[in-house]
């Protein structure tokens, strides 16, 4: 079998599954694991987004929304030559990653007819559901099974040792400019870490909203997980944007109560949101886990060196 994972929650999702050898090709996206990497590339966005800030990259997608109607192009000449049987991809956000039906358009003119599968999560449940699909479509249903029993393992772990423990109050920001609340997996994430969600709704779409709108919540901890972004490029949009937050959550940032995640653990529904959970367990509870969980996914800002 030949896979082409035009989706970096897929692309983490095969090599989850021990499918490596499989993967023939990846999106423009993809960035983990680095093995992936020496893969051909068959897609790409139709602007650049180094170096621009958050408002820029918004103000770009809306133009290529409206110029084109989406904001990646799928090379299907490439993609005809690798002629794989399996392509993932997705329907979630048609701005995060390529759509289904932009890959569907471009299979279209293939010779050979590879099947299409569609990795839609939108709850923690669902994102293991796609694992199982992946495993499923590749015919290796009982690993599958396995890795998603392991998988729901951790979280539960997590589950259980915050327990009753009191449930800091928590804001969680997804993008700045303009701001959005999470929607889908992220506030399971929260909950699920111990802690209460203030803002945005699970399964549902991510939401734009206004600072209005969150004054006056003061949050125990603040939880900025720019979509998309590392922790450099999310601490400096985080600064650029710090006295907006300084109006809705003066007190979490002052005591020490905010924090910048990595966008791969919480933006992409693949198995690394496991990981966010654990690192979220840490923010919410330091108590009761290790600072080991943090482990890059999560950092303190602004930094206690830098205040």
């Known amino acids: 079998m030949k896979i082409v994972s035009l989706l970096s929650s897929a692309t983490e999702i095969v ?13 423009h996206e993809c960035d983990y694991p680095p093995e992936a990497l020496t893969r051909p590339r068959l897609s790409r ?31 299907a000449e490439r993609l005809g030559e690798l002629r794989p049987d399996l392509i993932l991809t997705q329907a979630v956000c048609e701005v995060c990653a390529v759509p289904t039906g932009s890959v569907e358009e471009a299979v279209a003119g293939l010779p050979h007819a590879p099947q299409v599968l569609s990795l839609d999560a939108h709850t923690l449940g669902g994102i293991l559901h796609t694992v199982q699909q992946v495993a499923d479509a590749a015919g290796i249903s009982a690993r ?17 040792r915050v327990g009753s423990d009191p449930r800091p109050r928590v804001l969680a ?6 701001p959005f609340a999470p ?31 969150l004054a006056g919540l003061d949050p125990d901890r603040l939880l900025l997980i720019p979509c998309g972004y590392d922790l450099p490029r999310a601490r400096a949009d985080a600064e650029q944007h710090r006295s907006a937050l300084e109006e809705v959550a003066q007190r979490a ?10 966008g791969a653990f919480f933006s992409r529904s693949g198995p690394r949101v496991v990981g966010g959970i654990e690192a979220l367990g840490r923010v919410f509870h330091p108590h009761l886990f290790d600072e080991a969980a943090l482990n890059g996914r999560v950092e303190q800002w602004p930094s206690p060196e830098h205040p």
Do not use: C
């Open 144 to 160: 599958g099974r396995e890795t998603v029993k392991r998988l729901q393992s951790r979280i539960d772990r997590v589950r259980e």
């Open 45 to 75: 966005s139709r602007f650049d987004p180094a170096g621009l800030d958050s408002g820029e990259i918004d103000a770009a997608v809306r133009r290529s929304m409206e110029e084109f109607g989406s904001v990646y192009e799928v090379d």
């Open 15 to 27: 090599y989850e599954l021990g499918l490596e050898a499989a993967l023939v090709g990846i999106s």
């Open 253 to 262: 940032i002052r005591g020490g109560g905010a924090w910048i995640g990595h």
């Open 183 to 213: 929607g889908h997996w992220v506030p399971e994430m929260i909950e699920a870490a111990g802690g209460e969600n203030l803002s945005g709704s699970a399964g549902g779409r991510s939401a734009r909203i206004g600072w209005d709108t």
């Open 173 to 178: 920001v997804e993008w700045l400019d303009p």
